[in-house]
């Protein structure tokens, strides 16, 4: 009788998420990856004969650089988070419940404001004639200002500042699972500080790690727009080369192609996040 | 004689203004199975994070064998910890669990690999190595966390009620083999309780603990026989609070009025004088139903009865509205055991199995406040 009388509200929620899934992901992606098997023509885009020249112009060496370079930063990006965000996370799961939710809330804020805005207003910060050159200027510590804008650091830093949070949150979450217990019976049976951290904290945190390295790594592969803005025309992102084959060289085939490799990137990566997560046992503990 | 292997000496130790230990001194002998028994906030986990070197404490020094602890920290001393939710670590197997200690003392590998065997085939798990604490049931994980604990062959074994995430029967099992682990290896035991039947069915000696001070340190059978003051008798099992008169002092016994009875009682070690009040404390299966007809006793009726199997117990209400516990043996011969609810009894005891205690002045915290005993 209940599940009958609530037959019709299931199968209505089932076919929207299904239909969503299928036309919104599904069929984009299947549009994408028929797109980098096609012929480029700059007519009408996309045409026949289908062949995989998409795929191996990622090989050319030019674009292999700007790939390796791309990657270079966002693994840059990655580890100054991971440096930054695993001792806040951690700090963070140790303050007071109270304090916790204020912190929280601090580092959510700045999602209220349009990340390209943000970005607009570091660029402000690092100009030639910026605030921290003028601040640095005005205590002595330098005599000229520095060239920080359009630089590879400024895009790090860019990159850094808008994908932190990403890299915190699940870090927090991981920290605040952490037993205490746990820390307490390491200690117990002899480990010191080191060790326990090695041991016990490291290997208990890092579905935490993997999730940020997640969240962090490949948007910061593709935030076409932080180079845009900081970085000028050297330091550019996978992001920045699929935008442009898109909008500027209207190559369609490549672009899709080079998104590919990210989703594919990306689907691995949560792929061994899951496996590690499974490594601890479905509820990590008692 | 057995020899002091823990001797704590004066211990306090304040948490943000509140006083948790209060000067507390206890020894713990050597081989011993001794069990802190007290209500929540009675200062006994505070008391074991003391020994564990969790917690330091505010005064006094504990002594492990001669050896000054007090400000050793947890890996430097020579006892382990079973915890309340045994700590297993999630991403180890059962035998990298049991082989961390020995892994942090760096003993050789096949030292180890032996080392961990022998103690998982004494807590019969040895099929168990390779899995993870998550695939084990409770009182396997249990066993783990006893295992990991005694590989290390500490001096000294502290159990933060291990027992209590077990279900009853599993409890029941875990007491018997805990016992068994306890006489096979030799290892002093600090179990911390505050199920009063656990701590008397397993321990040498309980120590019952109040506020943060010691309230009586005996066997089981003299803290439940002859408990130091109302608070122990009161939480270690159930008791009858009869106000007794002291009527006349003799040599070696007292006469006093319970309920207008007139009955000759051991003479307490207390000091008494004529008129004293004091309590005079019955166990249940100390009070006897009698026949109303019956001269000795005091009348009441029956208001509840419950049968337990092996023993009979019920509720009377006197005609002076005091509710007394009964728990007699079953006694299928003897027709006159069976009372009706309602049905008029007298009540009386054995001579010489009441326990006397002098009034107390301090106020009584009331038996609400006890945590339930699951």
Known sequence: MHSVMQQPFKTAVLILVWGWLLFLVFVPNLLVVGASVMTRDPATFLSLPLNLDAYRQLFDPLYLEVFLHSLYMAAMTTLVCLLIGYPFAWALSKVGKQRQLVLIFLLIVPFWTNSLVRTYALKLILATNGLLNSALMSIGLIDEPLQLLYTEGAVIIGLVYLLLPFMILPLYSVFEDLRQELLLASHDLGAGRLSTFIHVIVPLTLPGVLAGVMLVLLPAMGLFFVPDILGGSRNLLVGNVIKNQFLDARNWPFGAAASIVLTVTMAFLMFAHRLSKRRLGEEGGS | ?374
């Open chain 2, 1 to 374: 004689m057995k020899q002091t292997l823990l001797s704590l000496s004066n211990l306090s130790k304040q948490f943000s203004g509140k006083t948790v230990l209060d000067g507390l001194d206890l020894e713990i002998l050597d081989g011993e199975f001794i069990t802190l028994l007290g209500p929540s906030g009675c200062g006994k986990t505070t008391l074991l994070r003391l020994m564990a070197g969790f917690e330091h404490p505010d005064k006094g020094s504990i002594t492990l064998a001669g050896q000054d602890l007090t400000h050793t920290t947890p890996e430097n001393r020579p006892l382990n910890t079973v915890f309340q939710h045994y700590a297993l670590f999630p991403h180890m197997s059962v035998f990298d669990n049991v082989a961390y200690g020995l892994k942090m003392e760096k003993r050789p590998k096949g030292e180890i690999r032996q080392r961990v065997e022998d103690v998982l085939a004494m807590v019969q798990l040895q099929d168990f190595a390779q899995r993870k604490p998550h695939q084990l049931s409770g009182g396997q994980q249990q066993r783990v966390a006893i295992a990991r604990a005694v590989v290390k062959r500490p001096r000294l074994l502290l159990l933060d009620e291990p027992l209590s995430a077990l279900d009853f029967k599993l409890r029941r099992t875990m007491q018997v083999e805990l016992k068994r682990l306890q006489r096979e290896l030799g290892i002093t035991f600090v179990f911390v309780t505050h199920d009063q039947e656990e701590a008397l069915s397993m321990s040498d000696r309980v120590v019952v603990l109040k506020d943060g001070l010691v309230q009586q340190l005996g066997t089981p059978r003299e803290v439940y026989e002859r408990p130091a003051n109302l608070f122990t008798a009161r939480f270690v099992g159930e008791t009858n609070f009869f106000p007794g008169t002291v009527d006349s002092v003799h040599d070696g016994s007292i006469t006093v009025d319970v309920f207008g009875l007139k009955r000759t009682l051991r003479r307490p070690d207390f000091p008494v004088r004529e008129g004293q009040k004091l309590h005079v404390l019955l166990r249940p299966e100390d009070i006897r139903v009698l026949d109303p007809a019956d001269e000795h006793g005091v009348a009441g009726k029956i208001v509840e009865r419950n049968y337990k199997g092996s023993t009979l117990d019920s509720v009377i209400h006197l005609t002076d509205g005091t509710e007394v516990l009964a728990s007699e043996f079953f006694d299928e011969d003897d027709p006159a055991f069976d009372y009706r609810l309602g049905e008029p009894v007298k009540v009386s005891w054995v001579d010489g199995w009441e326990w006397l205690l002098p009034e107390e002045v301090a106020p009584e915290q009331s038996e609400e406040e006890f945590p339930a005993d699951a």
